[in-house]
Structures are given as C-alpha cells and as structure tokens.
C-alpha cells in the first residue's frame, strides 16, 4: 500500500459502487485517485460519491455533504489544507505537476502523468466535484453564460494557437486570456481565483 505524499502515513482503499477506487490518507485525508476516475466522481451528481473524501472528522465528511456544506466552508478549508509545492508520486516517486482538472475551476490538484493519477488535498474531491456539476448542469442564466463564453473563448484561443503558436506563447497564460475574452475586470482574479467563482455561483 503507497504512503501519503503529505504526511506519508499508510493510505486505504475506499471503493464506490464497481468503477471507482481511490486511496485516502486516515491521517490528512488527502485522496490519491486514477484520473479516469477521478473524472467519474468529478461529474457524479454531489452527495452520491462524497462520503468519506475529506474525513470523519471534518464537516465536509458528512453523508449530506454535497446538499448541506456551505461552500464558502468548504473553500476555506480547501484554501487552508491546499500543498503549494510538488510533492512526490505515491507510486513511482516522480515530482508531481500542480495544474487544475478543469480551467474554469480554480483548485489546484497534483497530477503524476506516467501513473496517471492525481493527489487531492482535503476538501478538494468534493469542492471540484460541486463546481464542475455546478458549471456543467446549472440552468441560471448566469452560469449558463460562464459557460458559452468559456466555449467560445477556448475556441478563438485554440484557432490562434493552431494560426501562430510562437505568438500563442508570447501573449502570457491561458487564464489571463480567458479571463479577457469572457470579459473580466484585469486584476480581479476572475474565475481564476476561489472567491471569484464562488461569488459567481452562490450570488443568485
């Protein structure tokens, strides 16, 4: 059984339904995942694959999570527990990459390509799982308008890249291009950051 990369403690398995086993930290309740299935629990329905994500000791653990967690409390803890600096693959002991599973969802996550899988931190299963169904199925006019912007702008961006990709390179990252092309105040974070999004989907 691999070892946390944080607190290097004994991981467990936790299974959900026949498809979805993760490895979860008993002692910081990091989750260790395939990214295929990572993406399953990701774009499951909140509340159906949550339980035990973030640990019993902590609300986010809750069966009814997905329905009764405030999200600003789940980004708090998000925000508290989150790894700044790469840690090591549980498996093949590689230098693992920070970089997020969806761009319109700021939480960052560590991802080892040769395995294959990611490493969550506490709270970060659940939050991604809550604002990717939120951006995904939501029917309010707002978040229905994040996301024919969002597709419309990656789809200029990918027709530049393909047109010119030194010059690609040369305008800074892909968030800031976003954030401009959906329209956002410079500076403000945007979507990009934690609040910005929160604020977009809990102000209705």
């Given at each position: 059984?691999?070892?946390?990369?944080?607190?290097?403690?004994?991981?467990?398995?936790?299974?959900?339904?026949?498809?979805?086993v993760r490895k979860t930290c008993p002692s910081c309740f990091g989750v260790w995942i395939e990214r295929i299935q990572f993406l399953r629990?990701?774009?499951?329905?909140?509340?159906?694959?949550?339980e035990g994500a973030a640990g019993q000791t902590n609300s986010a653990a809750s069966p009814n999570v997905g329905q009764a967690a405030d999200l600003r409390d789940l980004v708090e803890v998000v925000v508290e527990s989150d790894t700044k600096k790469p840690l090591d693959c549980p498996d093949c002991h590689a230098t693992m990459e920070i970089q997020r599973l969806h761009p319109l969802i700021p939480v960052n996550i560590q991802s080892c390509r040769s395995c294959a899988s990611d490493w969550l931190d506490v709270g970060k299963l659940e939050l991604i799982n809550r604002l990717y169904w939120e951006l995904l199925n939501s029917s309010d006019p707002k978040i229905?308008?994040?996301?024919?912007?969002?597709?419309?702008?990656?789809?200029?961006?990918e027709q530049l890249r393909e047109r010119d990709e030194a010059s690609m390179q040369n305008m800074g990252r892909f968030g800031q291009l976003l954030d401009a092309s959906?329209?956002?105040?410079?500076?403000?974070?945007?979507?990009?950051?934690?609040?910005?999004?929160?604020?977009?989907?809990?102000s209705r």
């Open positions: 059984m691999p070892r946390c990369p944080g607190c290097f403690a004994l991981m467990t398995y936790v299974k959900e339904g026949p498809m979805v629990l990701a774009r499951s329905q909140p509340g159906v694959a949550m229905v308008n994040i996301r024919e912007k969002y597709a419309l702008a990656s789809l200029g961006l959906l329209g956002l105040p410079e500076g403000s974070g945007g979507l990009w950051s934690l609040e910005g999004l929160v604020t977009a989907l809990a």
